[in-house]
């Protein structure tokens, strides 16, 4: 096992030397894949023998236009175009390495790199660095739209020149996938039947947005664009939506014996909204409330929690039943005493205007 390893190490070793020795003592990487619109690097090194001097550096790019040179004898002249550093010089005994970084990697970027070092007396040493794009995919977070209401999903592949076809398709909860609509360059946008009227996308290969105009029910389930494109193949990020329906709940009670009541308080939604009461754990309720789940056939969920209560308790205190959803920034709160609530306000209002309207007439006889 050791020697075998020991056996390729020094193949690898061998053609190392080799290599170098091709490439005139110039080691760089002979190919490079970078992350478009993010930046890259690239890196040399050269290796002397005794008497040799490393005069100058430069850097070369694939319309062999100098992008960056400098004298590693003349430490801070750097000499440079936009959007190029210098990342890195060291000099060793006898060796050199240089790094430099390309701000942002574009499609205009793709190529062979080179990397020149004159060295005196010997002359110029080059080694080349190939440069190829790749991008992912990048899709929006999981969302969630209120029932009736609009949205758009979108996804961008930055190599929009290599794309040649976007798909959507849509994977529902049951596991099934169906194709929602295609984009094929210089052609309309396809809606399937299904979607049609209902959906549309926009005619792009780069940036793709499928916009739904009233969100239902069934168009909850995840969503795949496909970018299909030449060299890179299928590109795809998957993104799930949710659709609410926000609850409207409402409360009443009956007697059911003389003085015991029975309050329900209900609540259709998707999903199931949560009910609590106010007055749980009070010493005139008659245990605990009781939550019951119906489901509807339009995939929402009726809750009603119903609670028993001496009847005097809707006399002394404000009954109230709180709702919450994950569609809702904050609780709803429904009463059960409605009349205390609602028609005092109103009462007492016209109360004072009686009043003030009496005052007046009493002052306008006086003066
Ligand atoms: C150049 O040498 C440095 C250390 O001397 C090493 O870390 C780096 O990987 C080398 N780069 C290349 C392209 O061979
Ligand atoms: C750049 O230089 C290399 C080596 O000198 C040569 O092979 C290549 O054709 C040149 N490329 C361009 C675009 O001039
Ligand atoms: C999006 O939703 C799906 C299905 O509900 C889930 O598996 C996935 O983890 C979610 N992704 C994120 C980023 O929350
Ligand atoms: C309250 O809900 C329960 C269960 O759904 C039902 O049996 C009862 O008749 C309802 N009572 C009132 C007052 O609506
Ligand atoms: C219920 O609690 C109140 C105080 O919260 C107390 O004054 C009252 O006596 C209690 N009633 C019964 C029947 O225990």
Same mark, same amino acid.
């Given at each position: 096992?050791?020697?075998?390893?020991?056996?390729?190490?020094?193949?690898?070793?061998?053609?190392?030397?080799?290599?170098?020795?091709?490439?005139?003592?110039?080691?760089?990487?002979?190919?490079?894949?970078?992350?478009?619109?993010?930046?890259?690097?690239?890196?040399?090194? #050269?290796?002397?023998?005794?008497?040799?001097?490393?005069?100058?550096?430069?850097?070369?790019?694939?319309?062999?236009?100098?992008?960056?040179?400098?004298?590693?004898?003349?430490?801070?002249?750097?000499?440079?175009?936009?959007?190029?550093?210098?990342?890195?010089? =060291?000099?060793?005994?006898?060796?050199?390495?240089?790094?430099? =970084? #390309?701000?942002?990697?574009?499609?205009?970027?793709?190529?062979?790199?080179?990397?020149?070092? &004159?060295?005196?007396?010997?002359?110029?040493?080059?080694?080349?660095?190939?440069?190829?794009?790749?991008?992912?995919?990048?899709?929006?977070?999981?969302?969630?739209?209120?029932?009736?209401?609009?949205?758009?999903?979108?996804?961008?592949?930055?190599?929009?020149?290599?794309?040649?076809?976007?798909?959507?398709?849509?994977?529902?909860?049951?596991? &099934?996938?169906?194709?929602?609509?295609?984009?094929?360059?210089?052609?309309?946008?396809?809606?399937?039947?299904?979607?049609?009227?209902?959906?549309?996308?926009?005619?792009?290969?780069?940036?793709?947005?499928?916009?739904?105009?009233?969100?239902?029910?069934? &168009?909850?389930?995840?969503?795949?664009?496909?970018?299909?494109?030449?060299?890179?193949? #299928?590109?795809?990020?998957?993104?799930?939506?949710?659709?609410?329906?926000?609850?409207?709940?409402?409360?009443?009670?009956?007697?059911?014996?003389?003085?015991?009541?029975?309050?329900?308080?209900?609540?259709?939604?998707?999903?199931?909204?949560?009910?609590?009461?106010?007055?749980?754990?009070?010493?005139?309720?008659?245990?605990?409330?009781?939550?019951?789940?119906?489901?509807?056939?339009?995939?929402?969920?009726?809750?009603?929690?119903?609670?028993?209560?001496?009847?005097?308790?809707?006399?002394?205190?404000?009954?109230?039943?709180?709702?919450?959803?994950?569609?809702?920034?904050?609780?709803?709160?429904?009463?059960?005493?409605?009349?205390?609530?609602?028609?005092?306000?109103?009462?007492?209002?016209?109360?004072?205007?009686?009043?003030?309207?009496?005052?007046?007439?009493?002052?306008?006889?006086?003066?």
């Amino acid at each position: 096992m050791c020697g075998y390893i020991s056996a390729i190490s020094l193949q690898v070793w061998l053609t190392l030397m080799l290599l170098s020795r091709l490439q005139g003592k110039v080691l760089a990487p002979p190919h490079l894949q970078a992350m478009a619109e993010l930046p890259f690097m690239l890196a040399c090194n #050269i290796t002397m023998e005794t008497g040799e001097v490393l005069k100058q550096v430069l850097w070369l790019d694939m319309a062999n236009k100098t992008i960056l040179h400098y004298q590693p004898d003349k430490n801070d002249h750097v000499t440079k175009v936009d959007g190029v550093e210098l990342s890195q010089q =060291t000099t060793g005994q006898q060796a050199h390495t240089s790094v430099i =970084t #390309i701000r942002r990697a574009a499609p205009a970027n793709e190529g062979c790199y080179q990397c020149l070092f &004159d060295v005196y007396p010997t002359g110029q040493q080059r080694g080349r660095t190939c440069l190829s794009l790749t991008a992912m995919v990048e899709m929006m977070d999981n969302k969630t739209v209120v029932s009736g209401k609009p949205l758009t999903l979108s996804c961008k592949y930055v190599l929009s020149k290599r794309v040649r076809q976007v798909l959507w398709k849509k994977t529902a909860e049951q596991g &099934d996938t169906a194709t929602v609509a295609s984009y094929v360059k210089n052609d309309r946008p396809i809606i399937e039947t299904p979607f049609k009227g209902r959906i549309t996308l926009n005619p792009s290969l780069g940036q793709t947005k499928l916009s739904i105009h009233q969100a239902q029910t069934e &168009d909850e389930g995840c969503y795949t664009c496909e970018f299909h494109t030449y060299p890179d193949g #299928i590109k795809s990020e998957t993104a799930c939506l949710s659709v609410y329906v926000l609850p409207k709940p409402e409360a009443s009670y009956v007697t059911v014996s003389e003085d015991i009541v029975e309050a329900n308080c209900s609540a259709v939604s998707r999903p199931a909204a949560e009910i609590s009461w106010n007055v749980e754990g009070h010493n005139q309720t008659m245990g605990p409330a009781v939550t019951s789940f119906y489901q509807l056939g339009d995939g929402t969920t009726m809750v009603v929690s119903s609670i028993q209560m001496q009847a005097e308790l809707l006399d002394d205190e404000l009954v109230k039943c709180e709702v919450r959803h994950q569609g809702l920034e904050s609780a709803i709160y429904v009463s059960l005493n409605k009349y205390r609530n609602f028609h005092v306000i109103p009462i007492s209002a016209s109360c004072v205007a009686l009043v003030l309207l009496i005052c007046l007439c009493i002052c306008l006889k006086r003066c």
